[in-house]
């Protein structure tokens, strides 16, 4: 059986993981014979917001914590994620990876990008092994990565700073993946595009389809 680990941000589209991607991307490795462990980084989140309201509210909370309610408590520290322990990563998206993971939602190409989570996606890389990124989460590739091809949809400001940062866009519709043509990188854009639950499911069911394939 095939194992995934899939790395959240959080909790909640607006300051964590966005929650349908990061659920429909578990019912998938599931529904296609393949099983998951769950990480995220213990640090703060950069702020919370009240997703009834979009207004930021004045408390903290912590990215493993928080991602917890996701993972029902199923879940470890990035830290202790060995890479040779899974066939393939991936990373479901929402505003925390660019909070939370990196600064991109701040600094865009010039971003730093947690140091676990660099060291994660380097690793698999090293290793030649699959990661998957939907959403806002392949700009983690493009800046960690570099030269890699990409889509996080049709979005021109967000395609031209995956640009700067190196890497290469496509342009993409719903539940479309685009693979690198050069390592087993895979992404798809999911909520970048203006999309319906049935929409990311249909993307989370395919990267993964696509990821299986891959590990063949």
Known sequence: MKKFAIVLAGSGVFDGAEIHEATMTMLAIK???ADYEIFAPDI????VVNHLTGEEMKES?????EAARIARGKIKDLKQLNPRDFDAIIFPGGFGVAKNLCTWAFDGPDCTVNGDVEKVIKEMTSLKKPIGALCISPVLLAKVLGNVEITIGDDPATAAGVEKAGAKHVNTGHGEVVRD???PVFTTPCYMLDASIVDIAEGAENIVKAILEELK
């Not at 703060?44 to 702020?47: A, N, V």
């Open 31 to 33: 529904k296609q014979g």
């Open 44 to 47: 703060p989140q950069h702020h």
């Open 181 to 183: 043509p050069h390592r």
């Open 61 to 65: 909370r912590n990215v493993l914590v």
